[in-house]
């Protein structure tokens, strides 16, 4: 898909963008990760294997995950179930990997599958790294109550709803992208 994009004369592709739901959001962030062309990384509830801690084993856990979608990840991480402390890294690893560009974290209050603390925490975390670039991150200690954003860099927010993108979320990415991307 970057590929075509840089390609084509109608998109600027300085400016292109990721964003996924659920497993999709922690797909966003792997391909973010993974590839230094996007701008900006959005992951919404992604919970386990996603934004948030592994390591925390609380909502969706590791063992739980491999179970319910075992074509998800490779074998070896079955090692983990039940094992998580013995994680050599945890997800805050993989967001820090998108430093310096934005990335951006939103968890749903009826979402506790997805570890909205453990989301919160992880972006924490990674913006240590992105204060090496001279950045600011989340910026707060403890999760902020429901729908007031936070961060910088590393910008998050925690909504009333479900485990879903709703008007809220997209209006607090679009806000986010325009200061980051200079969109108008």
């Not at 979608?69 to 079955?78: A, E, I, L, Y």
């Not at 050599?88 to 951006?104: E, N, S, T």
């Not at 913006?127 to 670039?133: G, H, N, P, R, S």
Request: charged residues 25%; hydrophobic residues 40%.
């Amino acid at each position: 898909m970057m590929d075509y994009f840089e390609m084509d004369k109608d998109v600027d592709h300085s400016k292109v963008s990721l964003i996924g739901h659920s497993r999709l959001g922690k797909t966003s962030l792997w391909a973010g990760a993974q590839d230094q062309r996007f701008a900006f990384v959005i992951s919404n509830n992604s919970g386990c294997g996603g934004a948030a801690l592994s390591r925390r084993r609380f909502g969706e856990t590791i063992k739980r995950i491999n179970t319910v979608f075992p074509h998800w990840f490779c074998d070896n991480f079955n090692k983990y179930n039940g094992k998580e402390a013995d994680l050599p890294v945890d997800q805050h690893m993989l967001i820090a990997l998108i430093a310096p560009r934005p990335v951006y974290i939103a968890s749903a209050e009826q979402d506790a599958w997805a570890n909205p603390n453990g989301e919160f925490l992880s972006g924490r975390e990674a913006a240590k790294v992105y204060a090496l670039y001279g950045m600011k991150g989340v910026a707060v200690k403890k999760q902020l109550p429901l729908n007031k954003p936070v961060g910088y860099r590393v910008g998050y927010h925690y909504r009333t709803g479900p485990h879903d993108v709703l008007g809220y979320d997209w209006d607090q990415y679009i806000a986010f992208a325009k200061k980051h991307l200079g969109i108008k």
